[in-house]
């Protein structure tokens, strides 16, 4: 289905339909952030629960979704169980938006003139 005027593909329903459920899941500040801060590397359910500042179940809880949503991976280590996340895209849409309202918020940089 092409979009009127546009050139560009409108994508099939079921691709629409997955990609708001990531957002739905992605709409919540708790898992945001806990995607957030597995884009920045692996972690425990503890070391994300202290990094976050959420208790221990709820982070835990909200790990559940967002794997079951293929939004996060995880790995045994010993007792531990490991989250990543896997999925580049996922990586690159969070880092970018996050990236540039961090950018956005910030206060505008002075410049020097003359230098």
């Given at each position: 289905?092409?979009?009127?005027?546009?050139?560009f593909?409108?994508?099939?329903?079921?691709?629409?339909?997955?990609?708001?459920?990531?957002?739905?899941?992605?709409?919540?500040?708790?898992?945001?952030?806990?995607?957030?801060?597995?884009?920045?590397?692996?972690?425990?359910?503890?070391?994300?629960?202290?990094?976050?500042?959420?208790?221990?179940?709820?982070?835990?809880?909200?790990?559940?979704?967002?794997?079951?949503a293929?939004?996060?991976?995880?790995?045994?280590?010993?007792?531990?169980?490991?989250?990543?996340?896997?999925?580049?895209?996922?990586?690159?849409?969070?880092?970018?938006?996050?990236?540039?309202?961090?950018?956005?918020?910030?206060?505008?940089?002075?410049?020097?003139?003359?230098?």
């Amino acid at each position: 289905m092409a979009a009127a005027g546009s050139g560009f593909e409108d994508p099939p329903a079921d691709v629409l339909d997955r990609a708001a459920a990531a957002f739905g899941l992605l709409a919540s500040p708790a898992r945001l952030h806990i995607v957030w801060a597995l884009t920045q590397g692996e972690s425990d359910v503890t070391g994300l629960a202290e990094r976050v500042g959420g208790a221990l179940p709820a982070v835990s809880q909200h790990l559940t979704k967002l794997k079951l949503a293929g939004l996060v991976g995880s790995r045994r280590e010993g007792r531990r169980q490991v989250y990543y996340v896997d999925d580049p895209d996922v990586v690159d849409v969070v880092r970018l938006l996050v990236g540039r309202l961090t950018d956005r918020a910030a206060p505008p940089r002075r410049r020097l003139h003359g230098l």
